[in-house]
């Protein structure tokens, strides 16, 4: 079976079976426009079987494209079961640092005992919210969102205040598979829009194979864009609404 057609039942079977995670927006929030069009409740830290994903050499591909390397400080935005992070921690080696990032508290304790006997000690576990990832400033030299960009409640305000933690020169890339947002995806041109309205530009994308999804690589805006100057892009509905 294709990696899509199996993720996409087992996020079905995720939605069935979980009431997900009610998002409100925070009043931080107030100053920048809430998205046009639904977002996907959070059902689940993962996205697909370790092994399935390792089949598609998810990781590698992600790695290369992003040219992450070592000595790197690298945010795994939404990390979840931390798929992504313990594989980026050899990665960016001893000088390098990997920001394990989620907004939802038992996702992270869980993730926090995973790291625990895993002698990975270049590792730091943070707690974002649903409109700030509440990173370190100037920080990072790349952020990955894997599978998780259609869960963020406030991403006008989320990707403005993500740019404030980047380095000059850093990299971000959105991975998600290109459909509707309720069906937890991001099509790729609203994506394009909605981080080009808040002042990045998309360098590069790139079709990931196995059934992956997309890789959109991003440049942060040098200088921020007021949050009052800010337009939502129109995405799709379910039909009926
Ligand atoms: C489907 S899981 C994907 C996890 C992991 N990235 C992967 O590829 O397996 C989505 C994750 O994003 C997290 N998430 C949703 N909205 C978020 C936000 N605004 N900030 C940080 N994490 C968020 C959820 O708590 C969940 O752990």
Same mark, same amino acid.
């Given at each position: 079976m294709r990696l899509s057609i199996l993720a996409a039942l087992l996020t079905a079977l995720a939605a069935a079976c979980s009431p997900g995670v009610a998002q409100q927006a925070p009043?931080?929030?107030?100053?920048f426009p809430a998205p046009d069009r639904p977002v996907a409740e959070? /059902?689940?830290? /993962?996205? &697909?079987n370790e092994a399935d994903r390792d089949k598609a050499r998810e990781s590698e591909q992600v790695v290369q494209l992003m040219g992450i390397a070592p000595g790197m400080a690298v945010a795994d935005i !939404?990390? !979840?079961?931390g798929y992504h992070t313990v594989r980026l921690s050899p990665v960016v080696g001893p000088r390098g640092r990997v920001?394990? %990032? $989620?907004?939802?508290p038992e996702y992270l304790a869980d993730l926090e005992r995973r790291l625990e !006997?895993? #002698? &990975? $000690?270049?590792i730091t576990t943070l707690r974002g919210a649903p409109d700030d *990832? @509440? &990173? *370190? *400033? @100037?920080? &990072? $030299?790349a952020a990955i969102l894997i599978h998780?960009?259609? #869960?963020?409640? %406030?991403p006008y305000a989320f990707m403005h205040r993500l740019a404030g933690s980047m380095k000059p020169g850093a990299r971000v890339g959105v991975v998600d598979l290109d459909r509707a947002t309720w069906l937890h995806g991001t099509p790729r041109d609203l994506l394009r829009c909605e981080l080009e309205a808040v002042g990045y530009r998309q360098i590069s994308s790139h079709q990931l194979t196995g059934g992956v999804g997309y890789l959109a690589i991003f440049e942060p805006p040098a200088a921020p864009i007021e949050p009052s100057a800010i337009r939502a892009c129109k995405g799709q509905k379910p039909p009926g609404v």
């Open positions: 009043s931080t929030a107030s100053a959070i /059902v689940s830290p /993962v996205w &697909l !939404g990390a !979840g079961t920001y394990a %990032q $989620d907004v939802t !006997g895993a #002698e &990975l $000690d270049n *990832p @509440r &990173l *370190p *400033p @100037r920080s &990072l $030299d998780m960009y259609h #869960e963020i409640a %406030q």
